[in-house]
């Protein structure tokens, strides 16, 4: 069985960093398209950023320049530095990954952007 677990959310002020860290665990034997989701209260799912197992990111115009994706293709793990953090990024924080032909999601976390 795949899961991804996700960490590193929390409240920060506007301007502040945080980095989120999502890791696959389970029966893997091959790992495409990583990348987060969020969705803020009352509002639809939208991609983030996502990276392809060759390392090439994407990002959504809302965050690019500020968000960095990356991965461990060792580790299995996907990383989301958020720097320079606006309320209106304040939302639920999804990873997901495709693995052995499907996709996962984790549990989401929250980010919370407030003076």
């Known amino acids: 069985q795949v899961q991804l677990v996700e960490s590193g959310g929390g409240l920060v002020q506007p301007g502040g960093s945080l980095r989120l860290s999502c890791a696959a665990s389970?029966?893997?034997?091959?790992?495409?398209?990583m990348g987060w989701y969020r969705q803020a209260a009352g509002k639809e799912r939208e991609l983030v950023a996502a990276?392809?197992?060759?390392?090439?990111?994407t990002y959504a115009d809302s965050v690019r320049g500020r968000f960095i994706i990356s991965r461990d293709n060792v580790k299995n793990t996907v990383y989301l530095q958020m720097n320079s953090l606006k309320p209106e990024d304040t939302a639920v924080y999804y990873c997901?990954?495709?693995?052995?032909?499907?996709?996962?999601w984790g549990q989401g976390t929250q980010v919370s952007v407030s003076p």
């Open positions: 997901y990954a495709l693995i052995n032909l499907l996709t996962y």
């Open positions: 990276v392809t197992s060759g390392g090439t990111p």
């Open positions: 389970g029966t893997i034997f091959s790992i495409n398209a």
